[in-house]
């Protein structure tokens, strides 16, 4: 039977941590850097039509940049330094921020920006008259976006360190003892791993499978006497009549004689639809492929946890089968922090300003 080397682990874990830390150091950076830019500024942020979207990628990219870089680079002191200067206090904290707290925030912050699509999609078939004011566009960005970190301070914070005792040293610490019960961990996993992990993907999927409505603008017109059909809306053009040949003018002097045929058909014709927005399908595919992503980094790990709450784990799984396997979905869980924010990079359509003014045209 083959044994573990347990001290080469220690190196690997040393060296992940280390590319982790860089990668989501850079990652994140740059996509905070790209949002700002693309709202026009730190004064634009609140005022933007498009406000939901990037406050929350700005505040979702803050929390990886603060809060799950501070568990890593906890978890670093731990493999370099070891357990002599962490406390238990530290170490609990850090956990539950890593492992419950930013990955229920993500989740619903991406539930977020879903819900932010269809809005913001609705919003723009009204009239400009019947839309929000500027003030009500402040408080309704500024709601949404801190509607994840409510809920995470509010339900998830309690439940994790609500009567958990930390004063003890490392070795007594309830992450390593278990003193945490077995029906809260399921109750953790369950509200902080698979509800946000799910409802992003639910609505991912829902978004993706609907249809896109697509208007037209600026259309050269080859006949402008052809009907223009679209989801949206169906606007007619009419053939404009040939100019009479007699000299005088059987119209009002008032009013511009018409074009000719050959005049109107040359001329560009600039259809007015109802919407004067594009529907990216760009943006809908970067939706879902960050709910996916998600998914993919959080479920294998929460799967693990459930199954080691339950003591389901196959009793024939060999010791070095499952440290492999646990190290997988951990370090898979923990890329989280710089997956999901090079896939917005990459995407491009989330972080682009082309559609951040629309609503003011």
């Known amino acids: 039977m083959s ?18 830390i860089i990668l989501a150091i850079l990652i994140n950076f740059l996509l905070l850097y790209k949002v700002v830019r693309a709202a026009g500024g730190l004064s634009s942020l609140l005022k933007s039509p498009r406000g939901p979207r990037f406050q929350t990628l700005v505040s979702l990219t ?3 940049i603060l809060v799950a870089l501070s568990s890593f680079v906890v978890l670093a002191r731990l493999l370099f330094e070891g357990e002599a200067n962490i406390s238990c206090r530290t170490m609990v904290l850090s956990h539950d921020y890593q492992v419950f707290i930013m990955p229920f925030v993500y989740g619903m912050g991406l539930a977020v920006l879903l819900t932010e699509w269809v809005i913001f999609r609705r919003r723009l ?10 003030g009500a566009m402040v408080i309704w960005s500024v709601g949404m976006t801190a509607l994840p970190w409510v809920w995470g301070i509010v339900f998830v914070l309690p439940l994790s360190i609500a009567d958990v005792d930390m004063s003890g040293d490392l070795n007594n610490c309830p992450l390593f003892s278990d003193l945490m019960t077995v029906t809260r961990k399921k109750v953790l996993i369950c509200v902080c791993l698979f509800f946000p992990s799910c409802v992003a993907l639910i609505i991912g999927c829902l978004i993706l499978l609907s249809g896109t409505k697509l208007c037209v603008c600026n259309a050269r017109i080859t006949n402008p006497g052809e009907v223009i059909a679209m989801q949206e809306q169906t606007a007619t053009m009419l053939t404009t009549p040939s100019a009479p040949t007699q000299t005088s003018a059987p119209y009002s002097t008032s009013c ?20 004067d927005m594009y529907y990216s399908e760009k943006e809908k595919r970067s939706l879902f492929i ?26 024939d ?24 924010p090079f ?8 972080i682009s300003s082309n559609l951040h003014s629309t609503e003011n045209r």
Do not use: N
């Open 3 to 20: 044994s573990i080397d347990w001290e080469a682990l220690k190196k690997v874990d040393q060296a992940l941590i280390v590319i982790s």
């Open 62 to 64: 803050l929390g990886d």
């Open 125 to 134: 078939r009204k009239a400009p008259a019947s839309r929000m004011g500027q």
């Open 256 to 275: 511009e004689p018409p074009l000719s045929h050959e005049e109107a058909g040359a001329d560009l014709l600039t259809l007015q639809p109802r919407l």
């Open 290 to 315: 960050a709910s996916l992503a998600f998914c993919v980094c959080v479920i294998p790990f929460a799967v693990l946890g459930f199954a080691h709450t339950y003591d389901t784990v196959p009793e």
């Open 317 to 340: 799984l060999k010791l070095i089968e499952l440290v492999i396997f646990g190290e997988l979905t951990f370090w898979l869980f923990s890329a989280r922090t710089f997956v999901l």
């Open 343 to 350: 896939t917005w990079i990459i995407s491009g359509s989330l």
